[in-house]
């Protein structure tokens, strides 16, 4: 029996997208081999690349002046690059200017691997009320090499309800656990990057959009893999990329095309988050501590009211082995803000999300 997976990442991946990576595990296309076995230079991986490349440029309206790189090293090696690419100096420690959001655990991350290559200026923090909700974003500084927000917060289940106008000042955003659950405009962005592993395939590939002009010599001291216009010059290929990761991208795209696209997508994810909020403000034990405006489509967080800390503790514990027991997986909040937290990326479907409420409802009972 397949479980409801609610985990934040890896997560849950469309059954059809299995259902085809087993029927063609053995022989690909009749190549009589597995995608895993080919060459990443050969005639026969090529076309897959080369498709997952053009899908997600379809889908996300990714302009022709942006480069599309499959990386390693997850979102986190991301926070490196952005400095070194954009901001280091002739030597680590004297970087140009950037200014950063703080608005949760994983931007903090990225606020403190930046300021070992850039100047970082921390503008706003929502951390005064536990990053529940998203800041005022000031204008960027005139000399800023860039301006660095986190899209969607994975872990404390907020998004940004407006994209900040930076004007000439490049925007770069962390966007892994939000990429293509609604329409993005592309062409406010100078970098955006994403971990496949919520929301795109298997973990293992990082994706990069980068606009052109963004792709710039580094200092001789960063190193040669580490840079943009290593992996940009060579298509991805400097070295083995995640080959199977790419294929695997590639066939989860083609499930979003064959759905309608982000726009229908989009609808799809706003039903089941909507039906969720629905449920949590109507509860009279559990409610989401995020600020309205601000909730994540993706990442819920959910708390019980239970006021003595103590019996909130049992009662939570209680609630996430049972919800297993009943198929319901991987709803405990991320260890370093406890509670719970239902992630329903674009592959959960709205059956398991209303398996939720049902269960939620009954557990209340
Ligand atoms: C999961 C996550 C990360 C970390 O991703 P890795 O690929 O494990 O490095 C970074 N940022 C956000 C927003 C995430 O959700």
């Known amino acids: 029996m397949r479980v409801y997976n609610f985990s934040p990442g890896p997560s849950i991946l469309p059954v059809p997208v299995l259902e085809r990576a087993a029927a063609e595990m053995l022989d690909m296309n009749s190549t009589g081999q597995s995608v895993m076995e080919m060459s990443h230079r050969s005639k026969d991986y090529k076309p897959i690349i080369e498709k997952t490349e053009l899908l997600l440029r379809e889908l996300m309206g990714i302009p022709a002046n942006y480069k599309i790189l499959f990386l390693q090293g997850g979102a986190s090696l991301q926070f490196s690059m952005v400095p070194l690419n954009l901001a280091a100096g002739e030597a680590p420690g004297i970087g140009k200017k950037a200014s950063y959001i703080d608005t949760g655990i994983w931007s903090d991350k990225a606020i403190k691997e930046g300021s070992k290559y850039a100047s970082v200026d921390v503008r706003a923090t929502s951390k005064d009320k536990a990053y529940t909700y998203i800041p005022e974003a000031p204008s960027p500084h005139a000399d800023d090499a860039y301006y660095h927000i986190t899209l969607n917060n994975t872990i404390v289940g907020t998004k940004w309800d407006k994209i900040p106008d930076t004007g000439s000042v490049p925007l770069i955003s962390d966007i892994s656990s939000c990429i293509l659950s609604e329409p993005l405009d592309v062409s406010k962005f100078g970098i955006l990057y994403a971990g496949a592993q919520k929301n795109l395939g298997p973990a293992g590939t990082t994706v990069v959009i980068i606009r052109e002009d963004l792709i710039r010599k580094t200092p001789d001291w960063v190193p040669i893999m580490l840079r943009y216009d290593t992996h940009a010059a060579e298509g991805s290929m400097y070295n083995t990329p995640p080959c199977y990761g790419i294929y695997m991208i590639g066939l989860v795209l083609e499930w979003i095309k064959n759905l309608g696209g982000t726009d229908a997508?989009?609808?799809?994810?706003?039903?089941?988050?909507?039906?969720?909020?629905?449920?949590?403000?109507?509860?009279?034990?559990?409610?989401?501590?995020?600020?309205?405006?601000?909730?994540?489509?993706?990442?819920?967080?959910?708390?019980?009211?239970?006021?003595?800390?103590?019996?909130?503790?049992?009662?939570?514990?209680?609630?996430?082995?049972?919800?297993?027991?009943?198929?319901?997986?991987?709803?405990?909040?991320?260890?370093?803000?406890?509670?719970?937290?239902a992630s329903i990326y674009n592959a959960m479907p709205v059956e398991g999300v209303k398996a939720l409420i049902d269960f939620l409802k009954k557990f209340e009972r």
């Open 265 to 341: 997508v989009a609808k799809i994810n706003q039903e089941k988050a909507q039906m969720f909020y629905d449920f949590l403000d109507s509860s009279k034990m559990f409610y989401s501590p995020v600020e309205k405006q601000f909730r994540s489509l993706m990442n819920i967080p959910f708390v019980t009211r239970e006021q003595d800390e103590a019996k909130k503790t049992e009662l939570e514990a209680r609630f996430i082995k049972e919800a297993a027991a009943a198929g319901l997986i991987n709803l405990a909040g991320h260890r370093l803000v406890g509670g719970m937290r």
